[in-house]
């Protein structure tokens, strides 16, 4: 059964499905079950990256699926090692060829690597190359507010999204504020927070109320405040579960008491020091 899922309006009109599938850390012979389930469960929106190593099971999970390339919604992302204009150019034809697809509907520079000062020129890359029509939309990840001020000010476009290390333990409010302010979607990468939120107790006793797990309550949280999601999963019944999230409603208080759960929890690297 195919769930319906809301999609958020990019700042250039382009529709982004707001739950899509993650697969960081699924090895490349893993990685085409693993899309094929979440094509199977009704997921249109995969989110890779070159150095995940597994762009080409994703495509493979694509070619086999038969579903229409305009249905889909795929998201790719530039590694710090190809950041530069010529390089950036090379880089999207590389993964371009290895999801087997002519174009990507997003692509986003995947870190700032500030140390490196190369988003900017990066960036102009991405502008050459969503003119040429070869990205639908294009975006940044892990860009601090500082580093999406200047981007906005030396770029001629404003990105469309910027993912994000953001749970209930990273609530990350600032480069939220930032986002909203220059009209850049959020989108949360580790929104489970790899797992480590799912057995806190504020969690498990709202879930109780609602009769759901606790992973669907923290999805849930994030979709009531108009994120985007890519929670991963190589469990079959956990990726069909991910998507079960339009039947219930937080109320004000439930989300309240999940906002007060922020902390110092950062799972991943911090973008103003990690240069890759
Ligand atoms: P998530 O927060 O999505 O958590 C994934 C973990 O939670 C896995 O161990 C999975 O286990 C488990 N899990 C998933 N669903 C459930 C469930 N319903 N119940 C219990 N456990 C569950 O972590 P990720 O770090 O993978 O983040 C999601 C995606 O974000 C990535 O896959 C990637 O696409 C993107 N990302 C982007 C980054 C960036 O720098 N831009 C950095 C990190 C991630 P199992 O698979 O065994 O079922």
Same mark, same amino acid.
């Given at each position: 059964?195919?769930?319906?899922?809301?999609?958020?309006?990019?700042?250039? /009109?382009?529709?982004?499905?707001?739950?899509? =599938? #993650?697969?960081?850390?699924?090895?490349?012979?893993?990685?085409?079950?693993?899309?094929?389930? $979440? *094509?199977?469960?009704? @997921?249109?929106?995969?989110?890779?990256?070159?150095?995940?190593?597994?762009?080409? #099971?994703?495509?493979?999970? &694509? !070619?086999?699926?038969?579903?229409?390339?305009?249905? *889909? =919604?795929?998201?790719?992302?530039? %590694?710090?090692?190809?950041?530069?204009?010529?390089?950036?150019? !090379?880089?999207?034809?590389?993964? *371009?060829?290895?999801?087997?697809?002519?174009?990507?509907?997003? =692509?986003?520079?995947?870190?700032?690597?500030?140390?490196?000062?190369?988003?900017?020129?990066?960036?102009? $890359?991405?502008?050459?190359? @969503?003119?040429?029509?070869?990205?639908?939309?294009?975006?940044? +990840?892990? =860009?601090?507010?500082?580093?999406?001020?200047?981007?906005?000010?030396?770029? +001629?476009?404003?990105?469309?999204?910027?993912?994000?290390?953001?749970?209930?333990? &990273?609530?990350?409010?600032?480069?939220?504020? !930032?986002?909203?302010?220059?009209?850049?979607?959020?989108?949360?990468? +580790?929104?489970?927070?790899? #797992?480590?939120?799912?057995?806190?107790?504020?969690?498990?006793?709202?879930?109780?109320?609602?009769?759901?797990?606790?992973?669907?309550?923290? *999805?849930? %949280?994030?979709?009531?405040?108009?994120?985007?999601?890519?929670?991963?999963?190589?469990?079959?019944?956990?990726?069909?579960?991910?998507?079960?999230?339009?039947?219930?409603?937080?109320?004000?208080?439930? &989300? #309240?008491?999940?906002?007060?759960?922020?902390?110092? /929890?950062?799972?991943?690297?911090?973008?103003?020091?990690?240069? /890759?």
């Amino acid at each position: 059964m195919t769930t319906a899922i809301p999609t958020v309006t990019l700042n250039n /009109g382009v529709e982004m499905p707001q739950v899509g =599938f #993650g697969v960081f850390q699924v090895p490349n012979e893993e990685t085409t079950a693993a899309v094929a389930s $979440a *094509l199977k469960a009704g @997921y249109r929106s995969i989110d890779t990256a070159a150095i995940y190593g597994n762009e080409e #099971g994703v495509g493979q999970a &694509l !070619a086999e699926s038969g579903i229409a390339r305009d249905e *889909l =919604f795929i998201t790719s992302k530039l %590694w710090i090692s190809e950041m530069g204009c010529e390089q950036t150019i !090379a880089g999207l034809d590389s993964s *371009l060829r290895r999801l087997g697809l002519e174009y990507l509907d997003l =692509f986003l520079i995947h870190w700032p690597a500030p140390a490196k000062d190369l988003y900017v020129e990066t960036w102009r $890359a991405l502008e050459k190359l @969503y003119a040429d029509k070869k990205i639908r939309a294009i975006g940044v +990840s892990n =860009f601090q507010p500082a580093h999406l001020t200047k981007l906005i000010a030396e770029g +001629s476009i404003v990105p469309a999204v910027n993912q994000v290390e953001l749970h209930p333990a &990273l609530q990350n409010r600032e480069v939220i504020a !930032a986002n909203a302010e220059h009209g850049v979607v959020t989108e949360a990468w +580790s929104p489970l927070a790899q #797992g480590a939120m799912l057995t806190d107790e504020t969690i498990l006793a709202i879930a109780e109320t609602h009769k759901v797990t606790a992973a669907q309550v923290i *999805l849930r %949280w994030h979709l009531q405040q108009g994120r985007v999601i890519i929670p991963k999963s190589v469990t079959e019944s956990r990726i069909i579960a991910n998507l079960e999230l339009f039947g219930f409603e937080l109320t004000g208080e439930e &989300l #309240g008491s999940i906002d007060a759960l922020d902390r110092d /929890g950062r799972t991943g690297p911090n973008p103003e020091t990690f240069n /890759g």
